[in-house]
């Protein structure tokens, strides 16, 4: 199962203006778990803060690029992905929305890129997961922090995060077919954490029970229902109004519990 077929077909639709793609961004922040996680350890991280320079690495679409520009204590924020479309279609809307002296963006390679030094803040969503050498990255990082600067980092855990399966003759294949790891354990991400020179680590399981069930009702059924047919796009809205206010609330218990395991892992770390 693919799932950049779908964000393309939506991010199609909703680049046809700059309130469309706006309202897109709310809708994955309701719907996308990750992001309840992330937007609360972002809020509780920037209370007391001014003037931070912030790197989204591995900014895709922009949803947490636009997040974070529209705080405060942001003075600047910088987007990095590896992948050219995406970087000219994030800085065509943000120069639409008169942010690029707020915002910028770069066409860079995370496993070569480093900027001694710069930032207060990365943040890493859903990344690390696809990239093979991640300790190379884990060092940029590193570099790239201020001295007491933090990595936040959310990724699928090795509990199923990648949602595997084994098919005949070993070959593994899953709903989600990009990854180049099944996901991490919390003592393979500690350690090779610790190695990059990171040695205040927390870490915390998301999508225990309640997230799970909120991920499978809210965006696996809907997305393979997709992958069966187009027509299912039209049916999506009929199927959210019921489904929603159950998701909703499991959402809610899954960031207010601490689990015991989980299907994601969220990652602070600070130089």
Known sequence: ??????????????????????????????????????????????????????????????QYVY??????????????????????????FFEKLKLSSKVSFKLADLTQYSAYADYDLILSVDVMEHIEEDEAVFSNFFQSLKKGGLLLISTPSDQGGSDTHEHHEGEVSGFIDEHVRDGYGVDDMVEKLKRAGFLNIKTSYTYGRPGSLAWKLSMKYPILMVNFSKLFFVLLPFYYLPVYPICYVLNWFDTKIKHSTGTGLLVVAVK
């Open 1 to 62: 199962m693919q799932y950049d077929p779908i964000k393309k077909t939506l991010g199609r639709f909703f680049n046809a203006s700059p309130q469309l793609r706006i309202l897109f961004y709310k809708l994955l922040n309701l719907l996308l778990l990750r992001s309840w996680h992330i937007r609360r350890e972002l809020n509780m991280y920037l209370k007391g803060k001014e003037h931070l320079n912030v790197l989204d690495a591995g900014s895709g679409f922009g």
């Open 67 to 92: 997040f974070l520009s529209r705080k405060k204590q942001v003075a600047h924020v910088s987007g990095v992905d590896v992948k050219p479309e995406q970087m000219e279609d994030c800085t065509q």
